[in-house]
């Protein structure tokens, strides 16, 4: 039986803070010294890190003049990500930019190509200032990876994470499942109501559904049943078949799916009500997907008001790149906030 992820203990923000200055360097190193202690990172990949780290935050304050933050998250692998996110111009030639020599800045220009050498995987994504058009935000995401497993299920299949608890608090009640079986891939995403410790508890201890179910509804009904005596949880349910490219989605409750196939925007809303309370039957959402497609889900705690127009060129790049962006940047900061992105192709 293949393992079930968790986001709960799985996916984590291990750290997040602003890029004003270069106090934020001396702060970020500190952080970053302190999680290679505890998780025992080798000494090579632990400079590496430092070093991504500081071309990140010397990124940030030269090119965006500090109006950015950086991040470091631990993902199923494990894997660990630094993660910059500016609001500045962007770049507008990403291609020259990349080049060991080249420099808008007055500096010596190496280095996005030390991100990307120094790293196992990198990417970027870049959204540059357009006279006469409105977007909702322009800037820079440069994310560099760190693999710290040998074995790493979650690796061959592009997903993108993000889950993140209101004010960065303690207790999370968005929540997400996810399991890979052979040619199917299945995920459980739950948003407890409120937040706070007993919308924690309310999502908690759902895993075995997954694993103990042949379709959707079942899961649903299974999962129903469990939060009868808690403060009750929306929901989605998805399954991929990656052989025949086919999604299947069944929710409740106020949250939202987005299909992006074809390079169009496929917005998906579900029945009313909430899981161990009262709630609305449902019938799945069923779809044949195209060579590259992706396949969001996401809780109430990101907005839903986002699309191709206003992230041109985003959803061609990795998942997990994809969900930072959106989780940051399209996220409520008064709730949890979760984010689960596949790609298939």
């Known amino acids: 039986m293949s393992k079930v992820f968790d986001t709960a203990t799985d996916c984590k923000l291990l750290y997040s803070g602003p890029t004003k200055n270069e106090s934020a360097l001396i702060l970020l190193r500190s952080k970053l010294a302190a999680i290679s202690h505890r998780i025992g990172i080798p000494d090579i990949k632990r400079e590496n890190m430092l070093l991504v780290a500081s071309e990140l935050v010397q990124n940030n304050i030269k090119h965006a003049g500090g109006s950015g933050m950086i991040q470091v998250w631990m993902q199923p692998g494990p894997i660990l990500d630094i993660l910059a996110l500016d609001y500045g111009p962007g770049i507008a030639n990403l291609t020259m930019a990349e080049k060991d020599g080249f420099s808008t800045a007055g500096t010596f220009g190496k280095g996005l190509g030390a991100i990307r050498r120094l790293s196992d995987e990198s990417y970027v994504y870049t959204q540059p200032e357009h006279f006469g058009q409105t977007k909702r935000w322009s800037g820079t995401v440069f994310l560099a990876r760190f693999i710290l497993g040998k074995e790493n ?147 109430d705690g990101i907005r839903r008001n986002w699309g191709t127009e206003n992230f041109t060129g985003l959803f061609s790049h990795h998942p997990q790149l994809i969900a930072y962006t959106l989780g940051n940047i399209m996220g409520r900061i008064s709730d949890d906030q979760s984010i689960c992105v596949t790609a298939i192709g």
């Open 153 to 299: 299920d979650f690796m061959p299949l592009k997903t993108g994470l993000f889950s993140r608890s209101l004010s960065d608090k303690r207790y999370n009640g968005d929540r997400i499942y996810w399991q890979k079986s052979g040619n199917y891939l299945r995920w459980l995403h739950l948003d407890g109501l409120g937040h706070g410790e007993e919308a924690l508890e309310a999502t908690a201890n759902l895993a075995t559904h997954l694993t103990h179910s042949d379709r959707l509804d079942t899961i649903l009904e299974k999962v129903d049943r469990q939060l009868v005596n808690t403060r009750g949880a929306v929901g989605i349910v998805g399954e991929i078949d990656f052989t025949q490219r086919n999604v299947q989605l069944l929710g409740v409750g106020d949250m939202h799916a987005h299909i992006y196939d074809q390079e169009q925007m496929q917005p998906i809303s579900f029945a009313p009500g909430i899981l161990g309370k009262e709630h609305r039957s449902t019938s799945p959402f069923q779809s044949s997907l195209g060579k590259r497609a992706l396949v969001v889900t996401a809780s």
